[in-house]
């Protein structure tokens, strides 16, 4: 009887590692997850201990680079740091707003924010044929090989479990 009760408890105890380890969300990753459309799908990029991140970029009207830098705070919000570019005009300002600093060198706008954080911002992924990456720890993920053009994307950071990490995408082929 003892023995049959000690592999009943092994038998719970090992059940309840396997389901913390399938549905306990502690995998914290860069989520961009795809916006109205009646199957979502979301793209998942791990994080290790690098909190910076960049967005790169071809403006589409412009056709100039554009470089966006971002830093993951402690409570997973993205801090705006800066914005790079050559041309001003539309989605690109000339002056600087009150909390932003616009700096002009060497023909490159940069566009500083001293306090921006935000929970997430939507990426559109154009139907035009340009570069658009995202760089992270020296590795750079060219986005429109894994997204699909005409589509916009939540971009965020968020912890996951392996569950929902198995239902999306891997960026990092992993």
């Not at 399938?22 to 791990?46: C, D, G, K, T």
């Not at 005009?89 to 700096?103: K, N």
């Not at 139907?127 to 658009?132: G, H, K, P, S």
Request: glycine residues 6%; proline residues 2%; contains cysteine.
């Amino acid at each position: 009887m003892k023995s049959t009760v000690k592999i009943l408890l092994l038998i719970c105890i090992t059940s309840g590692f396997v389901l913390l380890w399938l549905f306990y969300p502690y995998n914290r990753m860069i989520v961009l997850e795809r916006v109205r459309s009646e199957q979502p799908i979301a793209y998942y990029l791990p994080l290790h201990t690098e909190q910076q991140f960049e967005i790169n970029y071809i403006h589409s009207i412009h056709l100039s680079n554009v470089k966006e830098q971002y830093t993951i705070t402690d409570h997973d919000k993205l801090r705006f740091e800066y914005m790079q570019y050559e041309d001003v005009a539309i989605g690109l300002p000339g002056y600087a707003e009150e909390g932003e600093i616009l700096e002009f060198k060497d023909g490159v706008y940069t566009l500083i924010f001293e306090n921006r954080v935000i929970d997430s911002f939507v990426l559109y992924v154009g139907r035009v044929n340009t570069d658009l990456s995202l760089q992270y720890e020296q590795q750079e993920y060219h986005l429109k090989e894994y997204l699909d053009k005409g589509q916009s994307y939540d971009f965020h950071v968020a912890k996951v479990s392996n569950v929902t990490l198995w239902k999306g995408v891997r960026l990092d082929g992993k």
